[in-house]
């Protein structure tokens, strides 16, 4: 079937599926899991998965391509595809659906929406294991970037207060079709939510810190209201200099910083 790509869409796809049994070797998930896609596209991922997965659970928001998915999902019954933007998709319901069991994400993300789509599932789900997905390279560099590392920033800080992140493979941007600008990478995140109790609001507070990187952390927490006298006492209290840039911060400190200036 012919296929009218939409860009607004993210629609890079990968047809090669030599290359994606490929990874999912590596990936070496039980046979017994439960794997949610996001993004079927034509749905070639989706039927190397439903071929080895015992109940996969696919996301699509392209109508244009009910005709290949449903031809697909008639040939697995162990395949559902949802018509939804994933972004308006209750995670408490859809985990209802999988029975509360433990389940993995493997997915060829749409670029556009990748950081949402992460930390929705980051915040809102409560039986997601780990994540297997492909994002644009220069994106997996900054969700594992260390401290002080040219890539370390906001999503890095988020991302690992709630998980581990690591890149798994970089993948040439000749795989996909239409050819995007950029190579992209596989990353796996392992969730860990146990780590630390934060909210919603803790994300705000990470991105006010990054607003401007080349600044301190102190003016940054000033232009976002924060009373100068008392950031200042905060920042001693934890043993970090005024002259203090956010990039210098690690994850525990953030979370340190964000508890005691919410509490005051
Ligand atoms: N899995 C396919 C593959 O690897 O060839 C397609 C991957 S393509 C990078 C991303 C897919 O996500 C596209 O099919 C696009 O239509 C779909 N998509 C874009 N935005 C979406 C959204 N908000 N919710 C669900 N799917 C979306």
């Keep these: 079937m012919s296929h009218n790509y939409k860009k607004s869409l993210g629609q ?5 599926t030599n290359f994606l049994n ?22 070639t991922l989706t039927q190397c998965l439903a071929s080895r997965f015992k109940r996969v659970v696919s996301f699509e928001i392209d109508k244009d391509l009910v005709p290949p998915l449903t031809t697909l999902k008639q040939k697995y019954p ?10 308006k998709v209750n995670i408490l319901d859809l985990e209802k659906n999988l029975d509360n069991k433990p389940y993995f994400i493997i997915a060829n993300l749409p670029y556009y ?19 297997f997905v492909m994002v644009q390279k220069e994106v997996g560099d900054r969700f594992c970037a260390s401290v ?3 890539d370390y920033g906001a999503s890095s800080v988020i991302l690992n207060t709630f998980a581990s992140c690591k890149v798994v493979r970089v993948v040439k941007k000749q795989v996909f079709t239409p050819m995007p600008k950029v190579d992209s990478c596989i990353v796996k995140i392992d969730l860990d939510k146990s780590k630390f109790g934060c909210d919603k609001s803790y994300v705000d507070f990470v991105y006010k810190c990054f607003q401007m990187k080349r600044k ?4 940054n927490l000033i232009k976002s209201g924060f009373d100068k006298q008392k950031t200042l006492e ?14 210098e911060l690690n994850v525990e400190h953030f979370v340190s910083l964000y508890q005691i200036l919410h509490k005051n």
């Design 78 to 87: 162990n395949l559902e595809v949802i018509f939804k933007d994933i972004l």
């Design 113 to 131: 929406i990748t950081s949402p789509i992460i930390f929705k599932f980051l915040f809102d789900s409560t039986s997601l294991k780990q994540m």
């Design 22 to 43: 490929s990874i999912l070797d590596e990936i070496n998930l039980n046979s017994d899991s439960t794997v949610v896609e996001i993004g079927a596209g034509m749905g």
């Design 148 to 150: 002080s590392s040219k």
């Design 12 to 16: 890079n796809f990968i047809y090669d």
């Design 216 to 219: 301190t952390l102190i003016n």
């Design 234 to 247: 905060i920042l001693d209290k934890l043993n970090l200099k005024q002259t203090t840039r956010p990039e």
